[in-house]
């Protein structure tokens, strides 16, 4: 198990890390997301060595890595650009780091067989990294991570360079190859569809630190705080006041599931939480229609209150300018205290 234990990293008058705890047990795939300037990265660079602490530990079981120099540390590592050579075929980037740790060159290339054939790359070998495509690159660079045989997988960005048709096809393709890897795993990334979909268990960072951590099913149903869930795409949020059980809202009054000890608070819907509704108590007009394929994203402006995100089957879609009545389920009603409190 690797435990981060109260790590702090300063740069200057800055803490990019402002003692962080975290834990990834074996077999596990955390994702440390979180936005740009976040302290994500310098939490991954600080696991992998590359960043000293200036208090706190990291350690591997019982085993504390201070002094313990990268590469000594067994773990594999993946960057966005991925960092391959060009002038080596795909054998000689998979072999690169095997030719640090073994002399037997028939051994070295039966572990890069077995990587690549792990990757979906069997029969790559002597192909040129320059005339592969931007995922099979990605797979050799996760090849090249694996064939060490590290005790943990780090990849920091690994589809930030893709297009959305690769990223979601590459997504189930590493979930599919850790699981068989069984490895213990750091994903770093700042899209929470990326994170939801690859992790066991999500880790939110917000200015050098981690404010939560849960699986994905536990964050998105209820984020920790307002900022927290304002960036994973819920909104908006808006002024309220919880009385008598209710929630009053600028849609109206909807049943509290929740008892904050202030009763002056701040609430926001999440996506799927307003619906349409024949009997709905919200009336509203549908301004913009965003087709994605599977679903439309409807924002409706209601006669009182901010617009409303209503996601709908494409049939079932009303146009732009259609009125339409809504309601709002109270378990997707998150209430907050009031940050001006």
Request: net charge neutral; proline share 6%; aromatic share 6%.
């Amino acid at each position: 198990m690797l435990r981060v234990e109260g790590a702090v990293v300063r740069f200057g008058d800055r803490r990019a890390l402002d003692h962080v705890d975290l834990e990834v047990g074996p077999g596990e795939t955390i994702a440390v997301l979180g936005p740009s300037g976040s302290g994500k990265t310098t939490l991954l660079r600080a696991v992998a060595g590359l960043q000293r602490l200036g208090e706190g530990c990291i350690r591997w079981g019982d085993d504390d890595l201070a002094g313990v120099a990268a590469h000594e540390r067994h773990f594999g590592l993946m960057f966005q650009e991925y960092a391959l050579f060009p002038h080596r075929d795909v054998a000689g980037n998979v072999e690169f780091g095997l030719r640090m740790t073994s002399s037997d060159r028939a051994a070295r290339a039966r572990r890069v067989d077995e990587v690549l054939d792990l990757v979906g790359l069997a029969g790559f070998r002597t192909r040129r990294v320059a005339s592969l495509s931007g995922g099979e690159q990605q797979r050799v660079a996760l090849a090249r991570a694996l064939a060490v045989s590290p005790r943990l997988l780090m990849l920091d960005e690994p589809l930030g360079a893709l297009d959305r048709v690769w990223r979601r096809r590459l997504l189930t393709e590493i979930r599919a190859i850790l699981d068989r890897a069984a490895l213990p795993a750091l994903y770093v990334t700042h899209d929470h569809e990326e994170a939801f979909a690859i992790a066991t268990r999500v880790a939110i960072m917000r200015a050098g630190r981690v404010v939560q951590v849960g699986a994905p099913a536990e964050v998105w149903r209820a984020p920790v705080d307002a900022w927290t869930a304002t960036f994973l795409g819920f909104g908006p949020i808006v002024a309220a006041e919880v009385r008598n059980g209710l929630v009053h809202t600028p849609w109206g009054s909807i049943e509290c599931r929740v008892n904050p000890a202030a009763r002056a608070v701040e609430a926001v819907v999440r996506p799927d939480g307003a619906r349409i509704d024949d009997a709905g108590p919200i009336h509203a007009t549908v301004v913009r229609a965003m087709f994605t394929g599977a679903r439309v994203e409807l924002a409706a402006v209601a006669e009182s209150g901010p617009p409303l995100i209503v996601v709908v089957a494409p049939h079932d879609a009303p146009a732009v300018g259609d009125r339409v009545r809504l309601s709002i389920d109270p378990d997707a009603l998150l209430v907050y205290p009031d940050r001006a409190d």
